[in-house]
């Protein structure tokens, strides 16, 4: 009984390589050979090993936290403070983001291509720039205010949010949508009854991600000064107290933690909803209605009054900073500089990732929590290293780098590797959940077949984690070449070093110029991260 | 917080609004102004209550601790003036001077680079006060023991060093030092690798004691004290001192004056000048900045640091 | 079981049938009771041993276990990875080796033509076909088949069904498969075990029932 079929013989299968995909993969290794190239790794010692008095000294103090009564007080008001610029930030960036997704989603354009694109293009602006850099202007402009913290978290994040929800949308099945249109319904009404239902699980599960990067986000405005941990931070980590910066940085991974924690049971609930009849379920309900309160209450511990945005001062500094910044700044010798950090900041990013992913990778077993029962020692390393991967994301990427610098000689290498770990941090995380959420079932029949561990991860898991890890680690890095600026801001080098020289210098033009190169650059980053991410799947 | 509001009403007439629904929504939130929970404006223009004196600090020496005691200065400087003082903390060299631009801050303890800065983007603003030391002011060059140099007046050996300044905009750990190189004919953004910026005195001397950069500047007031406390690494070799120059002093914003009267300048000048180190109460100021007295100053002490700071393209 | 039986296993929806198949390939360790496969207990072995074992009896699943992300050619290959040694199971995934095995077993299924596409662009039918197919190249002794036929058209489940009897039968091996359809259960088994709740409830010879018989034990009425 061999082919019982009288199908006709079909013509012999050959081996294709996907051509696409293997230029995407030889691009993604001459990129990183270049980077490496351009590291001074192969061309000269790099390691300071003198240093690692210094740099331990960081370490050591992690074991022993400044706990003074009268510090611990100082920290936990600063907590507050964080907390507050982190809910107002993410929410007003949630609703910026909501009211922006339908006119850039491509439902809304329909076959307009053109329109669609412009928009796109329009959000490029206020995504390209960190946070840092929001927050250094906007203190031009408003001063002390502290809108000034919750406005620089919510431009960026508010677009990020815009383009997440509108691909959100365009992803949902459109059948009810149609459908709705068909029958007569306004589209408005019928993105509210068709559309909306379907993404809400989605929009709310981002919501909440964004919530818990802005912490973090907060904290790293703190440190060019608009207060709460990062101030705190700040100071402690200018004259190298190493023990009050430890505690500064536990207070905020134990805030991580918390929005980590809510934000993940949220995103859980969505995901696999449970049955409560007609009642609402308590839990998203609780963390939606949890999120409206304690913006409330951010409005009003920070005495936040729209006036301020408005207000004849606020005016006087915007045309005062306007006429002093345009026309931008184009004499050879800055666009030579402009090219050249700007070619050291993408090294730093492309060397960032790769070393994040790697360690990624290399941590997502542990990192991930075990499916099913296990032994001590497996849930004591788990552990350990998610609670590793925590405090490697709050402690910020500027003191990564000056730390870094203790050990590794001066060049692109200590800040790529500053921001390698913070990365580290992020991804380590991100691709654990990516395998706890995968499929088990082809490992398991691997297994069942009599696969060795290595067949099994050849043939069942790697296969599948691929694609998501090298999704995540794209996206990270068109979050790292912004983030770039943030150790450049320090003095690791890259563009942020030229931003932070013509900045404290007060040089306008020069100032929009590198501006301008520098969201071009993450646009330009962005592009190419997104057609590799289309080729991937 | 009638102050603001009222000085603010006066822009809502909507036919000469640029954006008539932007002013309306202001009207709108006015409303809520007035209701009570509006903050405090710095921009208030109106003169029965002129508000908080706003002073400040660059976060240069000793920054945590500075700006953690802050209230000792708000205090003494409330009680002797009679007037309501706060302290205003900031972490950032240029945000201090926006902030001083915008009229956030009104007093502020600027760096001599950082002071011209200020001056030059917010015209009608003053130097009222510098510390005895700050006439005769000094920087440090150090070097890492590795590198086999011995102390001397001959910056030249340094050229060929990894070298790393503190903050950008420091006066005493970039500017001068940088003046005085280029005077002894080193290049001061020609270093192997360029120059690095530590951001603090303090990280300078750490990151010369790990050898990553093998020479550096800084604040002689801040190496004064570190070695004072036996805390510099015996790998950091202090190599040279460079000439005196101005540094640090009292800047008042010309908002200030309008709010609180000509005289202020005056008697901020008198006030600074008077703390005597027998005050029990004046010593805990004076010792927190490191002062034996405060002694007046004038513009044109920092021409100088005006004139290197075109050369080197950081005041413009 | 005897070597050489096809064995059906009929019950409705959560009878035990899965259960009893995951017992068996020691994805399950019974709470009570105990176990025989080709003479060993799964659950006192460990290691290379629990391997070799496991490398003689072949699953298919009723969810289709295989790697979507992986060309359908690996996806087969995967039927050796109990006897190949790591660093050839890795180099396969680079160049697929013995093609030629691969090439014949997928003719079987009707699918050679598909041998190099990614395994999640085919349709449920295709990939329970390939699942077949890796079970070809495995060569098991003892095939445990779960709904093998459950997305196929007649015709197919028919062929699926031959193969798998063949595939046991013809080396001295067994085939226990768990069946929705009765018609198929009679054409292609010796003998009928049917579970109620976790008990054998049934067990005859194939030739002793009818197709309306085992209906009833479905709990169909006409």
Known sequence: MTTVLDRAAPPAARLHRDRRRWAWALAGVVLVGWALAGSGLFSGPVLNPAGAGQAGRFLSAALRPELDGGFLRVVAGSTLVTLAYAVLGAGLAVLLGALAAVPVSRTAWGGRRTGWLLTRGVLALPRGLHEAVWGLLLVNVLGLDPWVGVLAIAAPYGAITAKVFADLLDEVPRGSYDALLAAGAGRGTAALYGLLPAASGGLLSYSFYRLECAVRSAVVLGLIGAGGLGYQLALSFTSLRWEQVWTTVYALALLCLLADVGGRAVRRRVAAPRRTGYRRDPLPAGAVLAVVAGVGWALWYLALSPAALVSARTREQLAYLGSAAWPPAVDGELLGDVWSTALDALRMSVLAIAFAAAGAVALAALAARPHGPAGPVRRTAGALTRLALLLLRAVPPPVWALVLLFVLLPGVLPGALALGVYTLGVLGRLVGEAVEEADRRPAEALRAMGSSPVGRWLYGSAPALAGPVLALSLYRWEVAIRDTVLVGLLGAGGIGVLLSARTSAFDWPAVTTVLAAIVLLTFLVDLVSDRARAALR | ?316 | MAAGERVAVVGASGAGKSTLLNVLNGAVTPAAGQVRVLGRDPTALRGRELRRLRARTGTVHQHLELTGALRVVHNVNAGRLGSWPASRAAWSLLRPQDPGTVRDALGRVGLADRMYERTDRLSGGQRQRVALARLLVQQPDLVLADEPASALDPALADLALGLLGDLATGRGGALLACLHDPALALRHCDRVVGLAAGRVVLDAPARSLTVVELERFYGVTR
């Open chain 2, 1 to 316: 917080m009638r102050g603001p509001a009222a000085a603010r009403s006066g822009g809502l007439d909507p036919g000469s609004a640029p954006l008539p629904l932007l002013r309306r929504i202001a009207a709108l939130l006015l409303v809520a102004v007035l209701a009570g929970c509006g903050s405090t404006s710095p921009a208030a223009g109106s003169t029965d209550d002129p508000g908080p004196l706003r002073i400040g600090a660059i976060p240069d020496q000793d920054p945590e601790v500075l700006q953690r005691l802050h209230g000792t200065v708000a205090d003494s400087l409330s009680t002797a003036l009679d007037l309501d003082v706060e302290y205003v903390p900031v972490t950032d060299y240029a945000a201090a001077v926006s902030l001083f631009r915008t009229g956030d801050l009104d007093l502020v303890w600027f760096g001599g680079l950082t002071g011209v800065q200020a001056r030059l983007q917010t015209p009608g603003a003053v130097p009222i006060a510098q510390r005895d030391i700050d006439e005769d002011f000094h920087s440090v060059f150090v070097v890492n023991a590795g590198t086999g140099l011995a102390p001397s007046d001959d910056l030249t050996p340094l050229g060929d060093l990894r070298f790393t300044y503190g903050s950008e905009t420091s006066t005493s750990g970039r500017l001068m030092p940088a003046y005085f190189l280029a005077e002894q004919g080193v290049d001061p953004e020609g270093f192997p690798g360029g120059p690095g910026f530590s951001g603090s005195h303090d990280a300078t001397l750490s990151l010369v004691a790990s050898g990553s950069y093998q020479a550096g500047v800084l604040n002689e007031q801040v190496y004064e004290s570190r070695a004072a406390a036996g805390e510099i690494d015996p790998a950091v070799v202090r190599y040279a001192r460079t000439p005196a120059y101005h540094d640090y002093h009292w800047l008042l914003g010309p908002r200030a004056v309008e709010r609180f009267g000509a005289d202020l300048p005056d008697r901020l000048t008198g006030y600074f000048t008077g703390l005597s180190a027998d005050v029990p109460a004046d010593a805990e100021v004076l010792e927190l900045f490191g002062a034996g007295s405060f002694v007046p100053t004038e513009a044109a002490n920092y021409d100088q640091i005006e004139q290197i700071g075109r050369d080197l393209g950081l005041v413009n």
